[in-house]
């Protein structure tokens, strides 16, 4: 059964990716207006981890394509390969 969380809950949640990498925190979503679908997480990049540093990002920020979230709870961790 899917676990239900307000997105209010999910902001300032850590990033981490299958193999244990600290990408960063949560601090916002991009929600497609026409499906009300999830399409990419907004990041706050852990600039102290050097995978974090080499990814692009947008206004400072990281944004990650909602397909790579394998789970949600106490973190939200990430497929490393959809990144």
């Known amino acids: ?8 809950q999910l902001a300032g949640k850590k990033i ?6 600290d990408l960063g925190k949560l601090v916002d979503l ?9 399409e990419s997480i907004v990041v706050e990049p852990n600039l102290d981890n050097e995978m974090a540093r080499r990814l692009k990002k947008e206004d400072g920020m990281l944004v990650i ?9 106490d973190h939200i961790i990430i497929d490393k390969k959809g990144i």
Do not use: H, P, Q, R
């Open 1 to 8: 059964m899917a676990k239900i969380f307000i997105a209010k």
């Open 16 to 21: 981490i990716t299958n193999d244990g990498d």
């Open 30 to 38: 991009e929600i497609s207006e026409a499906t009300g679908k999830i």
């Open 65 to 73: 394509a909602y397909t790579t979230v394998l789970a949600a709870g």
